[in-house]
């Protein structure tokens, strides 16, 4: 069955910004940002008779976020650590906070970006993330903590 347009342009609409900052957020560059938001909103397309109706903007970010967890997987090098995308020089940015960014664990950042760039509740991140609000609670606080630390004006560690 064909999806609804205008139930599902008005979707696209409201939500492809917001996913596009929360994809740019977990990849830090702008054409891997586009892409995956432009293949999560592809999924949500022809999933739309069986999403519509329910929380289709918490589908699409966990769509967008599993396929970049699917990318960092692919991309981990032979010694098991992260490998994490170059500086999107086009765009931009903090430069600081994009290299704090790279520091933190997959979880913490996911966290942060859901909660910060996303703009979604703890409750709504942890729909998305697949795991307990007490969790992304905890990977709020410590991922905040981190960036903190890295953030410091002086050049000093923050003190918790």
């Not at 960014?101 to 970006?113: D, I, N």
Request: proline share 4%; aromatic share 6%; net charge negative.
């Amino acid at each position: 069955m064909t999806p609804s347009a205008p139930d599902f342009d008005s979707f696209f609409r409201a939500e492809h910004g917001p996913l596009l900052r929360y994809c740019w957020g977990l990849t830090l560059e702008r054409e891997r940002a586009r892409d995956t938001a432009q293949e999560a909103m592809a999924r949500a397309w022809r999933e739309w008779d069986r999403i519509g109706g329910g929380r289709p903007a918490a589908w699409v970010r966990t769509v967008a976020l599993n396929l970049v967890r699917s990318d960092w997987r692919r991309s981990q090098g032979a010694n098991g650590s992260l490998a994490m995308p170059s500086l999107d020089t086009t765009a931009a940015v903090d430069v600081d906070l994009v290299a704090a960014m790279r520091e933190l664990p997959e979880r913490q950042r996911e966290a942060v970006v859901l909660h910060h760039l996303g703009d979604l509740s703890v409750a709504d991140c942890a729909e998305v993330m697949g795991v307990a609000a007490t969790s992304v609670k905890a990977h709020l606080q410590r991922g905040r903590a981190r960036l903190a630390e890295l953030l410091a004006d002086d050049g000093t560690e923050v003190t918790r």
